[in-house]
């Protein structure tokens, strides 16, 4: 009998879909007519024990306990899915052949694995596990997946580096937000401080824009534009390029600071000859912007419909499970497998049966025409967010799924269209013995931007190219007929929104200044992974330590305080990004879990230390927070579980801060 294990329900039943009928349904399995069985996780069914598990002393929140570090790490069996986790033990044990069905990703390896280990799954057995890889749930797809079974033990490495992040975050979040919120109920507070070691980092990242914006001091400077004719009677405009010796009238930006030198400047070119030093003019093609991931959906649906991150998320999950009509959605990937290609034909078609733009864009997309987006060497577990031969039911959606599904088939409509191609032109002139530019870009055939909403295609107020440049030839006069000085005012950093604090975890080495971390950040991707950058947000909000002002995302007066009691080892990225390095050298093979363990309780203790160093005056007159966190409550729905579940004050940090080993956070 072969047991097919996925993730969750939906999983199950889409693979059931694909397989032969009649089947008979019973709790919590489907059975084939040829004796095989379909199961499936609800999420974890297993967690991480609490640390009263290991010793009943630790029910109590005291620093003499820390750290807390198992010698022998024990699972607990979730209360809420102890149902399904018994009906998987006898179909594991009664299976000849297991198939491991989880999401291809570190997480949904280790969910289902977890289980075989938990269940004490003979070595033979295991050893002969396959792998099913679904990335689309349509019947087809699954079809396909099911014709190219792997062996799970190709996916060993990535289980084991998900396990070690599951256990680092542990140690780490446990352990440091017990310690922090002891020492802030020493000041007077009574919330929970929660650390982690992506959530403490985006805090202080916002912390920082804030301090540097309250410090910001506006400066006026100045800019000077030529007005330009040629002989022929065109006209265009020019700016102005200080030259060296202008630098002490100017700042670090090379902005001029003195309003008389921009006067001066204006006086002397006006009337005057100018004499062209370059004039070069290229056609250039711009490519299509390749399809989504996650996070680069998130960020265009938060700019175009102020959504959140976890409302992206949240609506591509039920586009995924419910609607089947698109691809998995928790990728970090914007690569297609070029094998997909084949199937642009029967998704173009489908797209071509819905409505508005996205059905004019189908009808004008040229399926034959293949991007750079299909690349087999970019793609990893899972590929691009793209919409299936599902695509026409766009009529069931709701407003908000509409528009999510609406920019996911925007994105891949885009790959069948030519490229952009235009004009780019740039003149230098040598006026009065100053140096002036003009850059121009003049579009010949917009291609895929054909595609884009008007107000997309609306000039941006920042850039200084004009949309057509006369041809000129160097050395051709021509005549400046104005000189005219520009007053502008230097701006503080914007705050963060939805957008762009989901682009700074993205683009996270921007803010790094050792070459080293920039250089793994860049490699893996930023702060925290597709799936959990939402929940690393909302988790702020919901701790007081975050708050939105409109569209702007702010630190708190909490948020602030706390950042300053800590050290900068838990504000700055360079932490995360050690451990991601570490975590990606796991799984790819190269690099032992037990040295990245061992490495990360020598830091734990001296992170431990550090913190009962902590001054407490700042965290001291701090608003109480609004609810009491040691109270019993419910918890947060998590997107790898079906139902809510009860916490006690005691198992709050321990819980809420590595509810899931994807949400380190």
Known sequence: M????????????????????????????????????????????????????????????????????????????????????????KLIKKATTLVHAGDPDREGQLL???????????????????????????????????????????????????????????????????????????????????????????????AARDKEREAFVPKDFYQVWASIQTPQGALFQAKWLPSEACQPYMDDENRVLSLLLAKNVANRITNKPAIVMEANYKQKKQPAPLPYSLSALQIDA???????????????????????????????????????HKDAPAIIAALAR?????????????????????????????????????????????????????????????????????????IKLEIEGGLFEAKGNTPISLGWKRLLPNKSKAKDPDDESQNELPKLNKNEELWCTQGQVQEKVTTPPAAFTDATLLAAM?????????????????????????????????????????????????????????????????????????????????????????????SLEVNLNQLLSASREMPTSALQNLPPPAKNPFAKRKGTTSKRTSSTRKTSGAKTDATKTRRRSKASS
């Open 354 to 426: 819905s409505s508005g733009e996205t059905q004019q864009g189908a009808l004008n997309a040229d399926a034959s025409r293949k991007s750079k987006a299909w690349n087999d060497k970019q793609v990893t577990a899972h590929h691009a967010i793209i919409p299936t031969t599902q695509a026409h039911k766009v009529v069931s959606l709701s407003k908000t799924e509409a528009l999510v599904f609406n920019l996911i088939a925007r994105q891949y409509l885009m790959q069948f269209y030519p490229e952009y191609d235009y004009l780019a032109s740039y």
């Open 112 to 206: 289902v694995d977890e289980v075989l280990h938990y269940t004490k799954t003979p070595v033979q057995k295991l050893k002969n596990t396959q792998r099913l890889l679904v990335n689309d749930l349509t019947p087809s797809a699954i079809k396909k997946a099911l014709n190219n079974l792997r062996s799970n033990n190709e996916f060993a490495a990535l289980s084991r580096s998900a396990l070690g992040r599951a256990r680092a975050d542990w140690l780490f979040g446990l352990n440091l937000t017990r310690a922090y919120t002891i020492r802030g109920r020493q000041a007077g507070y009574q919330g929970v401080l929660s650390i982690g070691r992506v959530q403490t980092p985006v805090l202080g990242l916002v």
């Open 2 to 89: 072969i047991l097919y294990i996925a993730e969750k329900p939906s999983l199950a039943r889409a693979i059931a879909a694909a397989l032969p009928s009649p089947q008979k349904k019973e709790e919590g399995c489907i059975w084939l007519p040829n004796g095989d069985c379909i199961s499936w996780c609800i999420g974890h069914l297993l967690e991480q024990a609490e640390p009263h598990q290991y010793n009943p002393a630790f029910k109590s929140w005291n620093l003499d306990h820390l750290p807390i570090i198992p010698t022998d790490w024990q699972w607990q069996e979730k209360a809420n899915t102890k149902k399904q986790l018994g009906v998987l033990k």
């Open 302 to 340: 938060a700019k175009a419909f102020s959504l959140s991150a976890q409302q992206v998320l949240d609506t591509c999950q039920a586009l995924y499970e419910r609607h089947q009509m698109i691809t998995y959605p928790r990728s970090d990937c914007r690569y297609l497998p070029t094998q997909q």
């Open 506 to 598: 993205t683009g996270i080495s921007r803010f790094v200044t050792d070459k080293d971390i920039r250089a793994i950040l860049k490699e893996t991707d930023g702060l925290g992974t597709e799936a959990t950058r939402a929940s690393i947000i909302e988790l702020l909000f919901k701790r007081g330590f975050l708050m939105r002002q409109g569209k702007q995302i702010h630190a708190s007066q909490t948020g602030r305080a706390f950042i300053d009691c800590l050290p900068t080892q838990l504000v700055t990225p360079d932490m995360t990004a050690k451990w991601e390095s570490a975590l990606n050298s796991i799984s790819l093979g190269e690099a032992s879990y037990q040295t990245f363990m061992t």
